[in-house]
């Protein structure tokens, strides 16, 4: 039975990623947090079959001792201060968790079991803006906190990779997602303002850029996506898409349109939530993740917020 310890394993990649790993018959530890809550709604399903053991990526002595009581073949790097928004608020935190962390958590891994393949989520916002389908080669231009944070934490995983002959992996995700997306993602910010204005709430749903244009996936596809690059015998960098880019006026006119209603009846823009820096667009091309490991998306962008919405319809009345 291989053995996988995910950081993260609370949000939503973690979760997806924890029921896959599961489901191959893997022994799968999770991160956790003292402060965090361990029964997480998006864990209440896997019961004791997911092990929870204490680690925080701001303390490099935990992980050592969660690698070295799981004993992980796979390391799952996922943890982060994840929302870009916030890191212009928190620029020093997000370094700190999303920048260091996994600076911490590789040097904790080459002292403690550097045979484990580690997997790093690295980010489609370390390229910002960039004309036409991104490739590993970039150029870099991140425009946030969090960008630049993730550039951080992809080169140090590189360079543990040719420095010290780790097995490190760096997925370069584009935005996915899926009715686990935590709420101040403007995904599920739409879906979930779409379902209550359905349900007769006349209030606005305020956003900011309409016309930013994002390449967004299915979360499941790309969890599926992490584990076949981390079975590659070679470890290298890929990029993860579908290809094709939505503008969020896009993703307003498919939420709402999920519930017979005209989007522009319910949406605002407020100039306070227009970003410092804005990416306005990026797109990935998944070419080679389809050629060498035979990985395409399932789900298709208006099915994918079709499912959100569901699922917010399906939740009790908030």
């Known amino acids: ?23 191959r ?30 680690g925080d990526v701001l303390d490099a002595g935990s992980l050592v001792r ?8 796979e390391v799952y790097h996922l943890a982060a201060q994840s ?5 212009w608020a928190e620029p020093v935190h997000t370094a700190e968790v999303t920048g260091l962390g996994a600076l911490r958590l590789l040097e904790a891994v080459r002292t403690t079991c550097p045979d484990a393949r580690v997997y790093q989520a690295s980010s489609s916002e370390m390229y910002g803006n960039h004309r036409g389908a991104v490739s590993t080669d970039g150029p870099f ?21 040719e420095s010290h002959g780790l097995h490190v992996v760096c997925g370069i995700l584009f935005n996915h997602e899926s009715p686990r997306r935590g709420e101040e993602f ?24 309409l016309d930013a244009r994002r390449d967004w996936g299915w979360a499941p596809d790309y969890v599926d996506a992490m584990w076949r690059m981390l079975q590659a015998p070679t470890a290298r960098d890929w990029i993860l898409g579908t290809g094709v880019s939505r503008s969020v006026r896009d993703l307003c006119r498919a939420a709402y349109g999920a519930v017979g209603l005209d989007w ?37 962008f208006d099915d994918m917020i079709a499912r959100m919405v569901q699922a917010a319809l399906d939740e009790p009345t908030r």
Not at 1 to 22: R, V
Not at 83 to 87: D, H, I, K, N, T
């Open 25 to 54: 018959g893997y022994e799968v530890w999770g991160l956790v947090r003292r402060t965090s809550d361990s029964s997480c709604r998006r864990l209440v399903g896997l019961g004791e079959a997911l092990r929870r053991i204490d």
């Open 1 to 23: 039975m291989p053995t996988a310890l995910i950081t993260g394993d609370s949000g939503q990649d973690g979760s997806y990623l924890a029921e896959l790993l599961l489901a």
């Open 66 to 73: 969660a690698l070295q009581r799981a004993k992980p073949d």
């Open 83 to 87: 929302f870009v928004g916030r890191s």
């Open 141 to 161: 231009h991140p425009r946030s906190p969090y960008g630049t944070a993730k550039l951080f934490a992809h080169a140090t995983a590189v360079n543990y990779r």
């Open 186 to 209: 403007v995904t599920r910010k739409v879906t979930l303002a779409a379902v209550r204005a359905a349900r007769g709430d006349p209030r606005p749903v305020l956003l900011g850029n």
């Open 264 to 300: 522009q009846a319910y949406v605002q823009v407020d100039p306070g939530l227009i970003r410092p820096a804005e990416i306005d667009a990026l797109v990935g091309d998944p070419s080679e993740l389809t050629v060498a490991l035979g990985w395409r998306p399932t789900v298709g």
